[in-house]
């Protein structure tokens, strides 16, 4: 894929030095290509330094070291480890690019390339990754996805003028490169953008004149004639500007139909043309392409359709360049857009109304994979195949060299060329499927992965035998006749997926592979027709695959093993992104049938879960297999039988979870990708990865770790590394869980059903209590778990009014409502006043006692009348308190009964956090930002001092972090007090709570921001008064993060770590 958009780099080179191109262009003849027959025969070690001082320096101008003032250097050590870099350029004595060189006899330049990136990956300011075998130049700009290659021993001028243009000292120090990447990723999106309203356009205007001129045709068949109109259409327009077909086919087209002189349509012109294409024609100089794309289809030609509509847009789509400014990724977009678009006209011919967020591509889950993860699922799959083969064959890392006699080899080169063609024949053997490929992101990564593995087949043959040799013309036509394999529910997205595959092999004068046989329609996940009028019987539609009599026998068919290894073969490799489909949008049928043929079934199971069960089921022993999908699985209920399927199953080998960050640009979901085997090995370890600040790109640079795969829990899977595991099971060994510590549940918070009637703001309350003194038992001082804060009870500002059930009978005798309420309008007077205006709400709501103003039953009231620990049901970082006023609190609050601050350290200690990220779930939108769920507390372990003198030191640090605390808490609110009172200020900001960590210009600019300007001799004042405070709450905090580091130190002794798992512990806080 190209790095730079073509006409925005055209735009740059119009400012090109050409007297200095064409100086530096015959120093390059000069002091490099004069030597090519010399370098061609160098080892990497013997012309490394000689190939950055004739190139870097000789003609692009940098200086080598150890010359004064250099730039560029030999072997650059990495920041974070000891390995090096073939060379490196240094801006301010910083990395900026690394180089990476091997001889010219290394054929294959990705092994370069990573290595490459992991010198990069260790140079914050590295922007620039050069890599080169001496022969070619590989140049990246960030990212591994896309490159601009040099065959340095075969440039021109005009090409050698670009070479230079970005690699010379001036422009890469100006960063050049990278405003020109910058440049043409938004150009891409504008051109992107632009195509799509056109060709959208071109879809509708067709349409609509097709119906309105057919009327005698189904229209959902003329809607599919639309699309094969506009899929030929799109061919020309890539096959024009590539040399495929004659230049400007389309204005061609139109020229005809003007000077026809008997008059005939512009369609009829059309068609001579498409059938030309199929059936090739020598006048106008097209060859027979064939395929299906262009195959005769009466239907379509006898349309009738208007001349205008197929004339001015078609030739405005042609204008554009598709051989430079639009590629596959950017069709692949188009594409998948397209079928929001086919939808959507689909219902207005079913005369329905289209909901966008329930359409199809909504319905079926169709999200666009980005290219950096294709790429990322397919090295890891078919690419891990290929590295195993290549090791096998001895052709890892091998280097060629030019033989003395290419017409008779010697042993060793004979064996090397019989190496390669075992290769190429293995290549051809594979079978890699995409059992929802949609628009075929996939499958055009596979066959980007394959056709690459090929060039590094045909440049050892081709070094070999000295010349050319049979090469990449005949390998597309195989690769898509062996090895790439699609189905889709999505009829419209398998023909996209197969014109995105002709688009990217289509050579000149070659026919068009057949791919009806490869890419099919069809329920990937039913195979029995009584059920589903598309299901896909596997071994019938790939007989190639799985063998011609391979079919389930009656015992399989039993429940949960249908789905078991089918008889005989099987594909090599299972990629995918399956469709996000919510179970609510499954039918019974497809329930049922779930239900009895697979061992993850689960009723309320997303149709993901189903596809992994299917990708094994339709692996050879040994197949790699690869899903970029929901994360829900992980720890959701409805996944359960999937994770024990996958841990029991299969070898999982890695997984990458993105945490917060979207991956699909309209997906709400959170992805991981799954990386596994069909295989059954007992000591498997998996490779974890979990996105961190990394860039997003950059999955190899996420924080890694490894964990054995026995570790995942059955209940829940939680990503982390063996090492911080086993510091797990060291922390719960041999230790009460907290539930055996306390003896008693733990109990939640009180759920009014109606908070606007029972919760009471503190001025209303002190109104009622003046108004009868009585309410002051009735109304109880109430918290929100986003009130707690670590060692601190907030003071109340809102109120419960509490009436248990059973509260109105026990005080009055009455059992009738109405009765009832008469007797609370004399009993309290001032309560039923407030409680009038929310009767009709209060009688609606399904949590309330025997009559609507009493809260709904409970057992355990009087435990919040003592002391008692809160803490919320969701919290980043520890937020647990005590409580000793008698407080309540809502629904989302727990409370464990007591006062024991020995418990309340280790609760709010790094090392229980540290527990609870390993056993509860963590939310999204916030750094370890956690589900205190009540099953989760219970198991944290509580260990005891045997030492009672140590205990009691630590409750006496517990006692004064929280008196430091609530001190502070006065201190801060009595300052706050006096601004607001001063200034009318109705809620302080943020900043502005916590003043005393601002300095004093910036405290004035928080107070601008609510409206509020102090005169100059107000600052005088306030600026005193301001410091004096900033200086006695700075002094409490220190106190405080000093007793809190004393209370953690108590707790990592109490559970004996050791000092470098402290170092875990607080590194992962």
């Known amino acids: 894929m190209s790095l730079f958009q073509n006409s925005v780099l055209r735009n740059y080179l119009r400012n090109m030095d050409t007297a200095s191109v064409s100086k530096a262009y015959e120093t390059y003849k000069q002091e490099f290509l004069s030597k090519i027959a010399n370098i061609k025969t160098s080892k990497e070690e013997q012309y490394q330094y000689g190939f950055l001082d004739d190139l870097f320096v000789k003609v692009l101008g940098y200086t080598l070291n150890p010359s004064p003032g250099y730039d560029l250097i030999a072997e650059q050590k990495n920041v974070s480890d000891s390995k090096k870099a073939d060379g490196a350029i240094l801006k301010d004595g910083k990395v900026i690019a690394v180089i990476e060189l091997k001889s010219t006899k290394t054929k294959s330049m990705d092994k370069i390339v990573d290595q490459a990136f992991n010198y990069k990956n260790n140079h914050p300011a590295c922007k620039y990754i050069i890599t080169s075998n001496f022969e070619k130049l590989r140049f990246y700009v960030e990212y591994s996805d896309r490159y601009e290659e040099f065959n340095l021993f075969m440039l021109d001028e005009e090409r050698f003028g670009l070479f230079y243009y970005l690699l010379n000292k001036e422009k890469l120090f100006a960063d050049i490169p990278l405003k020109l990447k910058q440049d043409s990723k938004l150009q891409e999106e504008s051109i992107s953008n632009e195509l799509y309203k056109k060709y959208a356009g ?74 030309a294409i199929n059936q090739g024609n020598k006048k106008l100089n097209i060859p027979e392409y064939n395929g299906g794309l262009f195959a005769a289809d009466e239907v379509l030609e006898s349309l009738k359709i208007d001349n205008h509509v197929i004339d001015a847009c078609p030739l405005a789509l042609s204008a554009y360049d598709f051989n430079t400014d639009i590629d596959v990724n950017i069709l692949g977009h188009i594409f998948e857009n397209s079928l929001n678009d086919i939808e959507e006209l689909k219902a207005r011919i079913n005369d329905t109304d289209f909901d966008a967020s329930k359409s199809k591509r909504k319905k079926d889950g169709v999200f666009y994979t980005p290219e950096y993860i294709t790429r990322y699922i397919v090295d890891n799959t078919l690419g891990k195949l290929c590295q195993a083969k290549k090791e096998a064959l001895g052709l890892d890392d091998v280097e060629i060299e030019v033989p003395k006699n290419p017409k008779k080899l010697n042993k060793t080169e004979t064996k090397l060329k019989e190496a390669l063609e075992a290769y190429r024949e293995y290549l051809l053997g594979l079978k890699i499927l995409d059992p929802a490929c949609g628009s075929g992101a996939f499958l055009n990564q596979a066959l980007n992965h394959l056709l690459e593995e090929h060039d590094f087949i045909d440049e050892g043959i081709r070094t070999l035998m000295g010349g050319s040799v049979l090469g990449l013309y005949d390998v597309k036509k195989g690769i898509l006749e062996n090895n790439l394999y699609g189905v889709d529910i999505n009829a419209e997205a398998v023909e996209i997926a197969k014109l995105s595959l002709w688009l990217r092999t289509v050579e000149s004068g070659r026919k068009l592979n057949k791919l009806a046989d490869k890419i099919k329609v069809g329920n990937s996940l039913i195979d029995d027709k009584s059920v589903a009028e598309d299901a896909f019987v596997w071994e019938e539609e790939f007989p190639e695959v799985f063998g011609a009599d391979a079919s389930a026998s009656e015992k399989e068919l039993q429940k949960g093993e249908a789905e078991a290894s089918l008889p005989r073969g099987g594909f090599d490799v299972v990629i995918g992104n399956p469709p996000y489909v919510r179970q609510e949008l499954l039918s019974a049928e497809d329930k049922d049938f779930f239900k009895n043929h697979y061992q993850t079934y689960h009723g309320t199971a997303d149709l993901y879960v189903y596809f992994y069960e299917k990708a094994f089921s339709l692996l050879k022993e040994n197949g790699h297999m690869s899903y970029i999908s929901s994360s829900s699985y992980f720890k959701s209920g409805s996944g359960a039988n999937l994770r024990k399927y996958l841990k029991y199953n299969t070898v999982i080998e890695k997984l990458i979870d993105f945490g917060d960050d979207t991956v699909f640009e309209e997906a709400t979901t959170y992805p991981v990708i799954f990386i596994g085997r069909k295989n059954n090995e007992d000591n498997n370890y998996i490779s974890t990865y979990i996105k961190d600040s990394s860039d997003m790109q950059e999955i190899e640079q996420y924080s890694k770790g490894k964990m054995h795969q026995s570790r995942l829990n059955d209940n829940r899977w939680q990503l982390a590394d063996e090492s911080i595991l086993k510091l797990y099971d060291k922390i719960k060994s041999n230790k009460f869980t907290l539930k055996e510590y306390i003896k008693n549940d733990i ?28 309410n002051a038992e009735i109304l109880k001082p109430f918290f929100a778990g986003q009130d707690l804060g670590r060692y601190k009870t907030p003071v109340a500002d809102k109120y419960l009014l509490l009436f248990p059930k059973g509260w109105t009978r026990e005080q009055s005798g009455l059992t009738d409502e109405s009765d009832a309420w008469n007797w609370l309008k004399d009993h309290n007077p001032s309560l039923y006043s407030w409680l009038e205006p929310f009767a009709e709400k209060g009688r ?24 008692k620990i809160f803490y919320p049901d969701m919290s980043q970082g520890p937020k647990f308190c005590l409580d000793l006023s008698g407080s309540y609190s809502t629904n989302t609050t727990y409370l464990i009964p007591g006062d024991d601050l020995f418990l309340l350290g280790i609760l709010n200690s790094k090392l229980c956090w540290f527990y609870l990220k390993s056993i509860c779930e963590a939310l999204r939108g916030g750094q370890w930002r956690l589900r205190l769920f009540t099953q989760n507390i219970e198991q944290i372990p509580v260990a005891e001092f045997t030492n009672v003198v140590k205990k009691k030191i630590m409750e006496e640090y517990v006692e004064k972090i929280i008196k430091l605390n609530q001190l502070l808490e006065t201190k801060k609110h009595k300052f706050l007090n006096r601004l607001t009172d001063n200034y009318d200020l109705d809620k302080p900001s943020k900043k502005l709570e916590a003043f005393y960590e601002l300095d004093f210009k910036t405290f004035l600019k928080e107070l601008k921001k609510k409206k509020i300007t102090l005169t100059l001799k107000e600052q005088d004042e306030w600026e005193e008064y301001f410091n004096e405070h900033k200086t006695e709450l700075l002094e409490l905090q220190r106190q405080i993060d000093n007793t809190d580091k004393e209370i953690d130190k108590m707790v990592y002794e109490l559970y004996g770590l050791t000092e470098e798992e402290i170092a875990v512990v607080e590194g992962n806080d």
Request: hydrophobic fraction near 40%.
């Open 747 to 774: 109990f939640r918070g009180v759920l009014t059903g109606l908070n606007e009637a029972f919760v009471i703001r503190k001025e209303i309350r002190d109104r009622l209590i003046v108004e009868d003194i009585r």
């Open 202 to 275: 071109l879809r509708l205007n067709l349409f609509e004149n097709i119906i309105e001129n057919n009327p005698q045709t189904d229209r959902h068949l003329l809607l599919e004639k639309t699309q094969t109109i506009l899929d030929r259409m799109v061919f020309i327009f890539f096959a024009e500007d590539r040399g495929i077909l004659p230049p400007n086919t389309i204005q061609s087209i139109i020229d005809h139909y003007k000077g026809d002189i008997e008059d005939r349509d512009l369609w009829h012109f059309y068609k001579i043309y498409f059938k």
């Open 844 to 867: 609606k709501r399904y949590d309330k006692g025997e009559f609507w103003w009493e809260l709904r039953a409970c057992d355990y009231y009087e435990v919040f009348e003592k002391p």
